[in-house]
Structure formats: structure tokens, C-alpha cells
């Protein structure tokens, strides 16, 4: 019904940026909110950056003034601007949607994608 395709990951050197980008296809009649979580080896998966369709974004106090989240209403994608990269950012990075299928509900759905590696050496 619904796919969300990240892109963007990858290794790194501390300091360094990436951008990761995540599009949302299928059936889909609007989006809510969006987001990127991070999963680390043996730690639960925690939030990074969301973002509502109006714009308003929510950051964890990690990432905040080195994370950056945007996405676009028309095209369905949402991206992650990480800047000043720190070992401690790796993690397999997911970006997830918030979506409402059909005109006849009112329930959103939230799907996820499949991961992209981030890998920040020291």
C-alpha cells in the first residue's frame, strides 16, 4: 500500500555531513507527521528529528544545532541534514509517515522505511 524508500547513509569521517532522504509512495491520500529514528547496536530505536505538515519540527536534544529536518508537502519526502557528525550518531537511520489512506477515514497509519546505514568514524 504504502512504501517509504530512505537513501542517503553511508560512512563517514566525525565532522563530517550527510543528508538523508526518505519518499513516501503508494496509496496515500495525506500525510501527518514525519519523522527519522536511529537504532544503535544493542540500544532501543529513539527518536532524531520529526516534523509536522505544517512545518513545525521537533529535534532531540542530541542532535539539536547540528540536525536539520524539512520535507516536502507536494512530493511526499522528508529529509535529515546531519552536520558535525560524531561517532556516537551511528546507527541504522529510519524515517517513518504518519499516513491517511483514503478520503473515507480518518485514521493515519504510521509506515515505515527499511533503514539506511550511518556510520561516523572516529
Do not use: H
Not at 524508500?5 to 565532522?15: I, N, P, R, T, Y
Not at 536534544?61 to 529529509?79: C, L, P, Q, Y
Amino acid at each position: 500500500q504504502v512504501q517509504l524508500v530512505e537513501s542517503g547513509g553511508g560512512l563517514v569521517q566525525a565532522g563530517g555531513s550527510l543528508r538523508l532522504s526518505c519518499a513516501a509512495s503508494g496509496s496515500i491520500f495525506s500525510i501527518n507527521g514525519m519523522g527519522w529514528y536511529r537504532q544503535a547496536p544493542g540500544k532501543q530505536r529513539e527518536l532524531v528529528a520529526a516534523i509536522t505538515s505544517g512545518g513545525s519540527a521537533n529535534l532531540a536534544d542530541s542532535v539539536k544545532g547540528r540536525f536539520t529536518i524539512s520535507r516536502d508537502n507536494a512530493k511526499n519526502t522528508v529529509s535529515l541534514q546531519m552536520n558535525s557528525l560524531k561517532p556516537e550518531d551511528t546507527a541504522v537511520y529510519y524515517c517513518n509517515a504518519d499516513v491517511r489512506l483514503a478520503s473515507y477515514t480518518t485514521t493515519y497509519l504510521r509506515y515505515w522505511g527499511q533503514g539506511t546505514q550511518v556510520t561516523v568514524s572516529s
